[in-house]
């Protein structure tokens, strides 16, 4: 089994971490629980209906990943079972 050395992650990935565990998790949520209370809460959650498919936008526009139907397909039956739930 390979043993994983923390120390020898460069640097840009750990600024990449904080990014994610400070700035999507922590403020958007914060940002997502404020919404809650100003707004219905029906309209406060088309976020996660509209976030997958921003989140292919913007890989395809900012790092020029593909658009393909096999993504777009995954993205559009997350939302598609999760309306059937609700």
Same mark, same amino acid.
């Given at each position: 089994?390979?043993?994983?050395? !923390? %120390?020898e ?7 990449? #971490? /904080? ?6 998790? $922590?403020?958007?949520y914060?940002?997502?629980t ?8 029906? !309209? %406060? ?8 498919? #921003? /989140?292919?936008g913007?890989?395809?526009?900012? $790092? ?23």
């Open positions: 089994m390979t043993r994983i050395n !923390l %120390a992650f460069p640097r840009q990935a750990w600024v990449v #971490i /904080a990014f994610l565990t400070f700035v999507s998790t $922590l403020i958007g914060g940002v997502f404020w919404l809650n209370t100003k707004v219905s809460n029906t !309209l %406060a959650n088309t976020y996660n209906y509209v976030s997958p498919a #921003i /989140a292919l913007l890989a395809a526009l900012l $790092l020029k990943e593909p658009l393909t139907w096999t993504n777009s397909g995954i993205c559009g039956s997350g939302t598609r079972w999760r309306s059937a739930d609700g």
